[in-house]
């Protein structure tokens, strides 16, 4: 067994189905160009606090280099026998440069090493949210601001309560991404601080210089304890979080998604190349990628689960647990960031060039959803406070409107269609202005300030969002 660098303790080999349970190396090898990121710093820092020769430096800095080459064209052989990334490139440096590579492991555990490798990474990839999150606000602000002042339902209860415009709800879903996207802004403060120098959980005896490391890497400053650095991993789980919020707002506009696309509302298309048909059903569309979406919601959440219960038994320092965050955290992210990517482009409008559609996008149909939203009383609401306005308690107002919406929906008429001495009957101070009141433009613009759903407002939400994106 003389393939592991601690076998010399053993008195024999480790059994083949404990090798295949303990390795990691299948999957933490993404961390690769992470890995040797961050050993390249580790030498250098090596060198600079002459620990080791700046020869030494030089050869470590040349295998790693060729190492990554390999890693990235496909050559590299990855052994289970080798456990996981570390310990692979570890031996292959070695055998490339003697006695150089096995002094790229001073002053270092593999405990601070891997805290290193999971924060540049996920650095990294919260990064990529980042920008995946500004991608897909884009969508929905160009999708908002064509559609400023399309009317529809808006719901409670999802039932129809008063009109909005398609816009003004689309917003909303921007309001929420750029909460989630502060999240993450603030997750990357705590993901960047340096772990190395913690060694396996109590600091090293080498004369090491942790803020050099930490300054060539790229963080912000270092883990204060060497315990708390080797062994939390709070970070990917704020990281977690932050990605299962997204992940829930995403879900509850699928839903949406869902249900307008259903023939039933048919508020919405979504364009083909984002839904399946049916083996049987030669009618069907279905919305296969919201539904997804909703279904990978469970599975982030999941991850969530996983990685909480993971850190809640550990007593300190580092515990091999921690060898189970990476596969949910991993899937966290590659789940979240291509959800943001098709989610961006399934909202785009269509590309339209001299008036021929060359790429087909996200399609509403006006039509349907003002039908809609006139067909369920939506300015109810309207009649009530206008009646209020004229000096009726709007308990009073409330209670003659509901009379008179009864009678409207029993003889299956809008409202703005009762003659005035029919409306008369529920409240006398009905006049002849309030037709203007029970339009559906009527009801929208009147919800004129900041956060109403007036057109104009949707508008100086855009701005105001646009500009502070900019
Ligand atoms: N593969 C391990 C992990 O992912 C690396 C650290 C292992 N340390 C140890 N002493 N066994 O956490």
Redesign the pocket.
């Known amino acids: 067994n003389k393939n592991t660098s601690w076998s010399g303790r053993f008195n024999e080999p480790v059994a083949e189905l404990v090798k295949k349970y303990t390795a990691?190396v299948s999957f933490?090898q993404r961390l690769a160009a992470f890995d040797i990121q961050g050993s390249i710093a580790h030498a250098q820092m090596l060198g600079a606090q002459k620990i080791i020769s700046l020869d030494d430096v030089k050869s470590i800095e040349t295998g790693l280099a060729e190492i990554l080459q390999e890693i990235e064209s496909g050559q590299f052989e990855w052994l289970l026998d080798l456990e996981?990334v570390?310990l692979n490139i570890e031996k292959r440096l070695t055998d490339k440069i003697g006695d150089a590579g096995k002094r790229l492991h001073t002053g270092r555990s593999?405990?601070d090493q891997?805290a290193t490798d999971v924060r540049l990474w996920l650095r990294a990839t919260t990064d990529d949210v980042i920008a995946g999150l500004k991608g897909l606000q884009l969508s929905l602000l160009d999708l908002a601001e064509a559609h400023f002042d399309t009317v529809m339902p808006g719901f409670t209860h999802l039932q129809v309560a008063q009109p909005v415009t398609f816009g003004h709800h689309l917003m909303a879903y921007v309001e929420m991404l750029t909460r989630d996207t502060g999240r993450f802004v603030d997750c990357r403060k705590r993901i960047n601080k340096l772990p190395l120098g913690a060694a396996a959980l109590a600091g090293t005896s080498y004369p090491i210089d942790r803020e050099l490391v930490a300054k060539k890497l790229g963080f912000d400053g270092v883990c204060e304890n060497s315990l708390d650095a080797v062994s939390d991993r709070d970070f990917a789980i704020e990281f977690t979080f932050a990605a299962s919020l997204v992940m829930t707002h995403l879900s509850r506009l699928s839903e949406e998604l869902i249900l307008w696309s259903s023939p039933r509302f048919a508020f919405i298309d979504i364009a083909d190349r984002f839904c399946t048909g049916s083996s049987i059903m030669p009618q069907k569309k279905n919305p296969d990628v919201p539904e997804l979406v909703r279904g990978k919601t469970g599975r982030v959440y999941g991850h969530l689960t996983a990685l909480l219960t993971l850190m809640k038994g550990q007593p300190l320092a580092?515990n091999?647990d921690?060898?189970e965050d990476?596969e949910p955290l991993f899937d966290t992210a590659d789940t979240l960031l291509v959800t943001l990517q098709i989610y961006a482009d399934m909202l785009r409008l269509p590309v339209v060039e001299d008036g021929v559609v060359v790429k087909k996008g996200f399609i509403v149909n006006k039509d349907n959803m003002r039908q809609a939203a006139f067909e369920g009383y939506a300015t109810a609401t309207d009649l009530a406070d206008y009646l209020a306005k004229k000096g009726m308690p709007f308990r009073d107002a409330h209670e003659a409107v509901a009379l008179a919406v009864r009678y409207a929906v029993d003889k299956k008429v809008d409202l703005s269609d009762l003659p005035l001495t029919t409306l008369q009957e529920f409240a006398i101070e009905i006049g002849e202005d309030v037709y203007a009141v029970l339009t559906l433009e009527g009801s929208l613009n009147s919800r004129n300030h900041i956060g109403g759903t007036a057109p104009e407002q949707v508008k100086a939400a855009i701005a105001r969002v646009r500009k502070s994106m900019s």
Do not use: A, F
């Open positions: 990691s933490d996981d570390h593999r405990n891997v580092y091999k921690n060898q990476k």
